[in-house]
């Protein structure tokens, strides 16, 4: 099992890659990465968030093939003044990584976005948000560290054989274009809402590396929602949903948040927070229900703090997958780091912006 497991999860990984995005348990770490409405959807001046993702590490760690990676860096800003009054824009940059395998089969993403927050009342507690963005791809794989049945010798692989098949680049480059809405309000002092929707890969970029020009990354349908209110004291709830769509790819994950306030007068401050998620996956939208149907992937466990703009999370995937007898459970993990900040002699003057 330990020579085979490899090997599987390569393949899953490359047919993944080909047609569906890397996911990440803490999406809200990655705003830009999750809608572009999100752009300049903070309160502060300026927002900058690291997020990293190993998987499998443990499984591999006796094997040559390295732990699956994904990483993802931006930074965004919002202005004091839209079009009308208590508007605001965002823009942004974020980068993107991701390899997996013994393969080093992945891409390099680098990608700018803009967002217009609208005002929908006179106290700017109701907003709606429209996105944009664009990103360059660089996909990429190391052809030397692949083995074909040709290189069997009869006794050994032999790397000296030839490999008898037509590779053509190990690397070349596509962009796209992407799009979303998210509305938000504040209800009252620690009760929010939200809710968003956005499409990734609008113009559909050609993705083989034999320059088969019909073979086309799907486009990824998003949407997301939360709801933050008071329980008592100093504790606040916030449970929320992502499902994603992509080919035939169907993802929905459900979680809440628990958060203590340091300060209660400070609802948007500093606190530290616990949480779990559910993560299910479906296949095949065309197939018949049974093979369609949704089934549990991964329990997500998840912690982080707040603290003088700085946010720290940490994340656990536990695998519930029939992929348990090889994985013993043991998933993915995910630490991720914000920082938000305010101009001292311009400090955010219009509008309010949810936490997520």
Request: proline share 4%.
């Amino acid at each position: 099992m330990k020579k085979v497991l490899p090997i599987i999860l390569i393949l899953v990984a490359m047919l993944k890659a080909s047609a569906q995005d890397p996911h990440f348990s803490q999406f809200y770490m990655s705003p830009l990465y999750l809608n572009p409405a999100m752009t300049g959807a903070f309160d502060g001046n300026y927002r900058i968030t690291g997020l990293f993702r190993g998987q499998w590490g443990s499984i591999l760690r006796d094997e040559q093939t390295p732990m699956y990676r994904t990483y993802t860096f931006s930074a965004d800003f919002r202005t004091n003044k839209g079009f009308g009054k208590g508007d605001a824009f965002g823009f942004g940059a974020n980068f993107i990584g991701d390899q997996a395998g013994e393969s080093k089969f992945g891409y390099n993403v680098g990608g700018l976005a803009l967002a217009y927050h609208k005002s929908l009342n006179q106290r700017n507690t109701n907003y709606l948000a429209i996105g944009f963005s664009s990103q360059i791809f660089q996909q990429t794989i190391d052809f030397s560290h692949l083995q074909f049945g040709s290189q069997w010798d009869g006794s050994a692989y032999n790397s000296l054989l030839p490999t008898n098949e037509f590779l053509v680049d190990n690397k070349f480059m596509y962009w796209d274009i992407n799009a979303g809405l998210m509305w938000y309000m504040k209800i009252s002092k620690r009760t929010s809402v939200y809710v968003g929707g956005s499409v990734y890969h609008l113009n559909r970029p050609a993705i083989s590396f034999l320059g088969d020009k019909n073979v086309k990354l799907n486009m990824k349908i998003v949407g997301h929602g939360g709801i933050r209110f008071p329980l008592k004291g100093r504790f606040d709830m916030q449970p929320k949903f992502i499902v994603m769509s992509q080919g035939q790819s169907l993802e929905l994950i459900l979680a809440t948040d628990f958060r203590i306030l340091f300060e209660e007068r400070y609802p948007d401050g500093d606190h530290f927070k616990v949480g779990a998620m559910f993560r299910m996956v479906g296949g095949d939208p065309n197939a018949p229900w049974r093979d369609k149907r949704m089934v549990g992937e991964s329990v997500v466990l998840n912690a982080g703090v707040v603290w003088r703009g700085i946010e720290l999370g940490v994340a656990y995937d536990i695998n519930v997958s029939q992929l348990i007898s090889g994985s013993k459970s043991q998933g993915g993990f995910e630490v991720g780091l914000a920082y938000i900040g305010k101009w001292k002699k311009r400090g955010p003057q219009t509008i309010y912006c949810p936490r997520f």
